[in-house]
């Protein structure tokens, strides 16, 4: 049997085929477009979802949260405070404050401003990458008696402050209506201190 002889064989023993299947070339097409459809619908579901569990234009939060600095071979523990507000549904600010408790003759407060974008993977979690800028103090406090001489300096401390950018992300787990827990960690890089801050703590939403 010639190709095109055996080519026009298989073609015709398809076709019966689909037809003995009540399966058309149109019913395939529709059927791929009906997929589309609910495709469309379901995400749209979703999209709709995440939204309506979103946070509100204009919504405020405060915050207290435990934190861990740690870099460059010193670790210090803290407390912290932060003041949140909501610019438009996934874009929040924050304002935050943290003092780390003396170690080694050292303490440390950290200040600043973050941005937020948020990301509501269900209506319990919501994640967010950040981006922040502030001020970093250091003190560091010694026996004029016993290191004087050594540091060659009169004072008995020394300060040091200084500007510096943050990269990091977080977490909000949502308790109630009003109250959520958060976990976050960034990376604040300066001149003298490049340091990492790891919190935990718990917000409340006005």
Known sequence: MKTTEKLYARSAMQSESIQKNGVSPKNLTKSRKNFLLY???AIAGLTVSLTASAQEQGDIAAGANVVLGAGQEFT??????KLQ????RPIRIEAAFNYFFEKDMTSMWDAGLNAHY?????????????VGAGFLGSKFKWDAGEYG????????SDSYNEFGV???GGIDFKLTEKLFLNFEAKYRIGDL???????AG?????
């Open 39 to 41: 495709c469309v619908l």
């Open 76 to 81: 210090n523990f803290g407390l912290g405070a």
């Open 85 to 88: 507000y909501s610019i438009t």
């Open 118 to 130: 948020l990301f509501f993977v269900s209506d319990k979690f919501t994640v967010y990458p950040l």
């Open 149 to 156: 001489e050594l540091l060659d300096a009169e004072d008995e």
């Open 166 to 168: 943050k990269l990091g």
């Open 193 to 199: 201190w490049n340091r990492t801050f790891i919190s």
């Open 202 to 206: 718990i917000g409340f939403r006005f």
